[in-house]
């Protein structure tokens, strides 16, 4: 438990972040977390974003007409797009990527490509994933062994690239000095989600009054991050010259939950009639992901504040204004 004094350091160390006056490159900058983080960057910074608009979570909003923005439709493999993207940034967060088990399962030398591949641009904050921690993971540190699937098995592909691209990123920094941070994220939500993802599977079954459907049993164990705080972590490693050549998780083991606690919380807050069903799961699948963030704690003063239910409210609030004929 901290003490008053340490959470008024920590609350100051979160509200100075506060990037001004830098051109930052967002690759698979028009995606869900991308977008995101533009928004709390646009106002005072100029934002380049590439994107091939795969999952498009820009086209449209207010923040595809802001002035500061810029937007390049182009692949992360190609490398003159990037370079001319880049050309000048002071900062670039390297979002881009094959996501998503469905996309993985489709895709896996796409996956691959574009994980591995699309990671040797560079630089500074390079976004991995917590699946590089394999089926169980309880508690799980920065420092803990990565355990992959078994080699056929096409989910496996997205955790064996991002953990290349860990690699790869990490030696570019001791042989060339990029200053680089990897963040591992664990399970991130929010309004503006595009892509696959339970949470909303679950809120648009639920609006639409259909049934939630959960494969497998639903005890697998997840703990679910708002976007929000996601995304203020990525200004703290953007911000903090202490987080250069780390790797942080980033997630929020207090909204740690079973998939069929989570229809039933999305049952329950949406106010729907619809039944929770089950299928039988057709993918290998993790058991079990908490995340360790004491690392994140004590070296960013990141700590996520937006807990399951506040979180699952927001999203489902927008989701609603996204579909108020159905809501």
């Not at 995304?231 to 939950?257: I, K, P, Y």
Request: proline fraction near 3%; glycine fraction near 8%; aromatic fraction near 6%.
């Amino acid at each position: 438990m901290l003490t008053v004094e340490e959470q008024e350091v920590r609350t100051a160390r979160l509200a100075a972040v506060a990037l001004s006056g830098k051109r930052i490159l967002l690759t698979g900058g028009a995606g869900f977390i991308g977008s995101t983080l533009a928004r709390r960057l646009v106002e005072d910074n100029e934002i380049v974003a590439l994107d091939n608009l795969h999952r498009d979570a820009m086209s449209g909003s207010e923040l595809a007409e802001h002035p500061n923005l810029t937007f390049l439709q182009a692949d992360v493999l190609d490398a003159e797009a990037v370079r001319e993207a880049a050309a000048g940034a002071t900062h670039i967060v390297h979002l881009a990527a094959i996501a998503g088990v469905d996309t993985v399962r489709e895709s896996p030398v796409r996956t691959m490509r574009v994980n591995v591949i699309g990671t040797s641009v560079e630089r500074l904050v390079e976004i991995s994933t917590s699946e590089i921690f394999g089926t169980h993971a309880y508690n799980v540190a920065e420092g803990h062994v990565s355990t992959i699937g078994s080699v056929g098995e096409t989910r496996w592909t997205y955790a064996v690239s991002k953990l290349a691209g860990e690699h790869m990123s990490h030696a570019y920094r001791e042989e060339h000095g990029i200053p680089v941070v990897t963040v591992r994220p664990f399970n991130v939500f929010g309004p503006g989600q595009i892509g696959g993802g339970a949470i909303r599977a679950f809120i648009e079954a639920a609006l639409a009054g259909r049934d939630l459907t959960i494969h497998g049993d639903g005890s697998q164990i997840r703990a679910w991050c708002y976007v929000d705080d996601m995304v203020e972590s990525l200004l703290l490693c953007l911000e903090r010259d202490e987080a250069v050549g780390q790797t942080f998780n980033v997630g929020n083991a207090r909204s740690a939950v079973t998939i069929f606690d989570l229809a039933q919380r999305v049952k329950r807050l949406t106010g729907a009639p619809s039944e929770i069903v089950f299928q039988p799961l057709h993918y290998a699948d993790v058991e079990l992901r908490i995340p360790n963030v004491e690392k994140a704690r004590e070296v960013l003063g990141f700590e996520a504040k937006v807990d399951l239910d506040e979180g699952l409210a927001r999203t489902i609030a927008w989701y609603r204004e996204q579909t108020p004929a159905i809501a």
